[in-house]
């Protein structure tokens, strides 16, 4: 399992149309992918659940991947969140 704390800088929050980016991004994936905010945990591969965090900028939000595919699910992950 490997873990990153990231901190959105976007002016705008995680509108759906990231959050379908990331979600279509990381269903490519074998591995299980967390985001954890606030002791709240969701499935990266969730719409819905990615949407409930309403992530904003200033916000810190810790990714968790844990398995086979793991570094390239978190690189992934990071480049989408941290990009868009």
């Known amino acids: 399992m490997i873990s990153r704390l990231v901190t959105m800088w976007n002016e705008e929050p995680l509108s759906p ?12 994936f074998e591995s299980r992918v967390l985001l954890e905010q606030d002791n709240k945990k969701v499935n990266g591969k969730s ?3 990615l949407l409930s965090l309403q992530l904003t900028k200033g916000d810190s939000i810790l990714v968790r991947a844990d398995g086979r595919d793991e570094t390239a699910a978190m690189e992934k992950a990071l480049d989408i969140l941290i990009k868009g």
């Open 17 to 28: 149309q990231k959050a379908a980016k990331l979600v279509d991004g990381l269903s490519r």
């Open 47 to 49: 719409i819905m659940g």
